[in-house]
């Protein structure tokens, strides 16, 4: 009975944003593009430009070509850092359960149809085992791994499941899974070149199983495609860096680059069995599933039209991605609408507007954990609910709770301890202004 009643759901759903689609505003002058591209597990010390030693050189153009954001952070975890990046609502709100999005969230992608938007989702899902959702979220095209299929019937990379506009697709081993998804995601801005289109790409580089890529050497062999090793850690980096400058090239070849904007971030920080060697002689392990900055800070590089070059220090977390795609697509804001993100689209043109984040909060439950974890972070200072207080810009890796701090930092704990008494409960919608109080 449960089934069958989502069943309906899903089908009303469908038929009610197909009704919507249908009386979107397409005659309007063009908008910008957004190509928005997710890695899978890749912190901000896996990238180059934030002073990695690993091979990123299409990502590093990017940077010198837009803007790089140094204080972005997600959510520790993929599926708690995709549901609030394509809602612009902490956790709190709507997260029930790993790899889930309840049917009945608007996304980024409603917003792109919206504004009369063709839109398209490539790559990992990991947000309810149904094909018909990705239609119900909003994407008229997609091409994922982990749809309908659970991750125990296929892997990604060699050997790929994935399903094509609902369709399973024949196995085969001579075919890597990154490749297929980005060639959809290539095909797709092609077939839309004429019009306005959003294209979201959540990578499955670089998520363990750590296998071969086929620009490694043990990829000649059949047998070896899917033995795992950390060696290939690098390489897996060094091909996602090669597929973003495949998807780079072909909006310059379409002639797409002056009206095109080109997102690149991750979704949490790196598996903890990754060490990265960064340049200045450092090395900074992954910090995936915890709480400290190597599982949050992740890269945010943007490049396009009216972007302003160089880099962004303010705070930026994935509640901010939903009104800024709302803002960039030309959509009015719905004062209806409870949200917690807070628009970065005026600093992608003026780094030095004074509407910014002053502190971000974190509502985050490990999949494999009941309870719940909470804290909310400036640049400098970091609270935890149950009462751990650090200067992050000093003490990174959390090492010394300040017990009794400086008139100035007990002033600070108690604003933070007050932003944490906005969300007390879960699931409920308690409205408060994000960051900028």
């Not at 998520?207 to 071969?212: L, Y």
């Not at 509640?319 to 409870?338: C, H, K, M, Q, V």
């Not at 005026?346 to 984040?357: C, E, G, H, I, Y």
């Not at 930092?409 to 202004?433: C, F, H, I, P, T």
Request: glycine residues 6%; aromatic residues 12%; charged residues 25%.
């Amino acid at each position: 009975m449960k089934r069958l009643k989502r069943f309906f759901l899903l089908n009303g759903l469908i038929a009610s944003y197909g009704a919507s689609l249908i009386a979107a505003d397409v005659s309007s002058p063009r908008k910008p593009n957004v190509v928005l591209i997710m890695a899978d597990d890749v912190g901000f010390e896996c990238i180059n430009a934030y002073g990695s030693t690993y091979h990123t050189p299409n990502i590093n153009r990017m940077a010198s070509q837009g803007m790089l954001f140094a204080n972005c952070h997600s959510q520790p975890l993929s599926t708690p850092s995709r549901v609030q990046l394509m809602t612009g609502k902490y956790n709190h709100r709507n997260y029930t359960h790993f790899a889930y999005l309840d049917p009945k969230e608007k996304t980024f992608a409603h917003l792109a149809k919206e504004a009369g938007y063709a839109t398209c989702i490539a790559g990992k899902w990991q947000l309810g085992y149904d094909s018909r959702l990705p239609k119900v979220f909003g994407f008229d095209s997609h091409c994922l791994w982990q749809l309908s299929q659970e991750r125990e019937k296929g892997e990604r990379y060699a050997n790929p499941l994935y399903e094509l506009e609902g369709r399973i697709m024949e196995r085969d081993s001579n075919l890597y899974g990154p490749d297929i998804f980005a060639r959809h995601i290539m095909d797709f801005i092609r077939e839309n070149k004429d019009t306005s289109f959003f294209a979201y790409y959540p990578m499955a580089l670089c998520h363990d199983p750590f296998f071969p890529t086929p620009d490694s050497e043990e990829w000649a062999s059949p047998q070896s495609r899917e033995k795992a090793h950390l060696k290939y850690f690098s390489e897996m980096v060094s091909y996602m860096d090669k597929i973003v400058g495949e998807i780079l090239d072909c909006i310059e070849k379409e002639g797409l680059s002056d009206n095109t904007l080109v997102i690149f971030t991750g979704d949490n920080g790196t598996n903890v069995r990754i060490t990265t060697p960064m340049q200045d002689g450092s090395e900074i392990p992954g910090g995936k599933k915890g709480t400290k900055f190597n599982a949050t800070h992740v890269p945010l590089i943007i490049r396009g039209p009216g972007i302003e070059k160089g880099i962004n220090k303010n705070l930026i977390d994935f509640s901010d991605f939903y009104p800024t795609l709302r803002d960039i697509f030309g959509l009015p804001s719905n004062e209806a609408e409870i949200l917690d993100g807070l628009s970065f689209y005026p600093q992608l043109s003026d780094p030095a507007t004074k509407n910014v984040r002053q502190w971000s909060f974190c509502h985050y439950q490990d999949q494999t954990k009941p309870d719940y974890i909470r804290f909310v972070q400036t640049l400098r200072y970091k609270l935890y609910q149950d009462g751990r207080f650090y200067n992050i810009e000093k003490d990174r890796y959390e090492a010394d709770d300040i017990q009794n701090g400086s008139p100035r930092e007990e002033a600070v704990r108690l604003q933070l301890s007050n932003v944490l008494k906005q969300y007390e409960l879960w699931g409920k919608d308690v409205l408060v202004k994000s960051g900028n109080e």
